[in-house]
């Protein structure tokens, strides 16, 4: 933050914007009671593991009746914001389609690159809301079922974790039949325990997840062709996965293969391959050496076959 404030920022995505923040520009502060004291509106990006830390620090320094935006992975963070909050914040749940690389520039500026495309969600019913995030390089539009949005959204982002375990970009890694068939496999586990327990994943942009394990498991030409309509991915993109390996950082797999787990033991479905790549994240932030580099026989093990 202060790097920010000091240099300022520069912002890039992949459809060619680059701006660049002239140095207090932009106010920063990591003080909570500053932050929050006049804000208005509160958009929480926190990993999922920091959600009741931050809930506590908005009901201690936010006046009453203050929106409070959930634009985080996994599908309890709302919910867990609320519970804090009770009636003392309108607690809105969103989503976010696009994942943001950070870097910095010569001269130390502090780069955020947007690394995929897609528009973000926030629950139907505050157009003020819409209309405010709705910027260019943010597209946002409302949805009427976030729950489903956030089962749909999970559902792709089990992918974040076999790419931190392979170490490559996004790109290279999906490019590689027997990643998308590891993928295909925690997505069918996803789907059935959903399926059980009576909940319908929303479709993100134009990737249906009921129809995501299908196109994960074609030849090579016919995914690349088929994935022509999906939203596009930079190709020094990796998931935010991988940077938390990278930067020795906790990740959020409780939060994504845990949840599916958790899912798939109430509704008595299997989860084999989620639980496998659950304990493969574990071991590889208790090594703190990265992104571990493995290949997807050292991740599919007996479990699914690459062939």
């Given at each position: 933050?202060h790097?920010i ?9 992949r459809?060619g914007r ?8 932009i106010?920063t ?8 004291r006049?804000?208005t509106?509160v ?5 999922s593991?920091a ?10 320094h ?16 709302a ?7 009770g009636?003392?914040?309108?607690v809105v ?14 001269g ?7 690394a995929?495309?897609?528009?973000i969600?926030v629950?139907?019913g505050?157009p ?6 709705d ?20 559902i792709?982002?089990l ?17 590689d ?6 993928l ?7 789907l ?9 994943p ?22 690349k ?18 940077e938390d ?18 899912l ?7 989860a084999?391959?989620n ?7 574990r ?8 992104a ?11 479990i699914?076959k690459?062939?």
């Amino acid at each position: 933050m202060h790097a920010i404030t000091v240099n300022g920022l520069r912002i890039t995505d992949r459809d060619g914007r680059d701006a660049t923040l002239a140095p207090g520009r932009i106010t920063t502060t990591t003080d909570p009671a500053t932050a929050l004291r006049d804000a208005t509106l509160v958009l929480v990006t926190v990993k999922s593991n920091a959600t009741p830390v931050m809930a506590h620090l908005i009901a201690r320094h936010t006046a009453p009746g203050e929106t409070v935006v959930s634009l985080q992975n996994g599908t309890s963070n709302a919910a867990t914001l609320q519970r804090i909050l009770g009636t003392t914040a309108r607690v809105v749940p969103g989503m976010v389609p696009f994942n943001i690389l950070q870097s910095r520039d010569a001269g130390d500026i502090p780069h955020m690159h947007r690394a995929t495309s897609g528009r973000i969600r926030v629950a139907a019913g505050m157009p003020s809301l819409v209309s405010t995030l709705d910027i260019p390089g943010m597209r946002t539009a409302a949805h009427r079922d976030m729950t489903a949005v956030a089962w749909g959204k999970l559902i792709l982002n089990l992918n974040n974790a076999l790419n931190a375990l392979s170490g490559l970009t996004l790109q290279q890694q999906l490019a590689d039949r027997r990643w998308r068939l590891i993928l295909a496999a925690q997505a069918d586990e996803a789907l059935a325990a959903l399926h059980a327990t009576g909940i319908k994943p929303a479709r993100i942009d134009r990737t249906s997840p009921n129809l995501m394990p299908f196109g994960l498991r074609l030849p090579n030409a016919l995914f690349k062709l088929a994935s022509a309509a999906a939203p596009a991915i930079d190709p020094q993109a990796r998931s935010s996965m991988w940077e938390d390996l990278d930067r020795r950082r906790p990740t959020e797999i409780a939060h994504l293969q845990g949840a599916i787990i958790d899912l798939a033991a109430k509704a008595g479905t299997h989860a084999a391959m989620n639980a496998r790549v659950h304990d493969l994240i574990r071991a590889a932030e208790a090594a703190r050496q990265g992104a571990p580099g493995l290949t997807p026989e050292d991740v599919a093990g007996n479990i699914v076959k690459l062939d």
